[in-house]
């Protein structure tokens, strides 16, 4: 089973910037997609960007859109999500995560249950 490993988590003052990477552990992948989502304590894990893999087009939550920018590498088949002017409400456990099968390119990805593979999350803390 493919797993795939967060990284770059952290306690950060509001303002600050942090990166989070992801890749695959073990065997690779071809992904469709990858995405970020988050979950904050006591709340639905939510949407927070996504990438193609071929094409690079992204998409984004309206709240993390101009402050976060997701790009991946795809010689190191890892995605990264430079996250800038970070918020307390910014608070969550990052979850990295990959669609693996056929998509619509028109399909936004941005459920759930769009998507094959999970991380388990990394701690981003945004002090105030």
């Known amino acids: 089973q493919v797993q795939l490993v967060e990284s770059g988590g952290g306690l950060v003052q509001a303002g600050g910037s942090l990166r989070l990477s992801c890749a695959p552990s073990?065997?690779?992948?071809?992904?469709?997609?990858m995405g970020w989502f988050r979950q904050a304590p006591g709340k639905e894990r939510e949407f927070v960007a996504r990438?193609?893999?071929?094409?690079?087009?992204?998409y984004y939550a309206d709240s993390v859109k101009g402050r976060f920018t997701i790009s991946r590498d795809n010689a190191k088949n890892t995605v990264y999500l430079q996250m800038n002017s970070l918020k307390p409400e910014d608070t969550a456990v990052y979850y990295c995560?990959?669609?693996?099968?056929?998509?619509?390119?028109?399909?936004?990805?941005?459920?759930?249950?769009?998507?094959?593979?999970w991380g388990q999350g990394t701690q981003v803390t945004v002090s105030s």
């Open positions: 990438i193609r893999w071929t094409g690079g087009w992204t």
């Open positions: 995560a990959a669609r693996v099968g056929y998509s619509d390119p028109g399909t936004l990805l941005r459920n759930l249950h769009d998507y094959d593979r």
């Open positions: 073990g065997r690779t992948f071809s992904a469709n997609a």
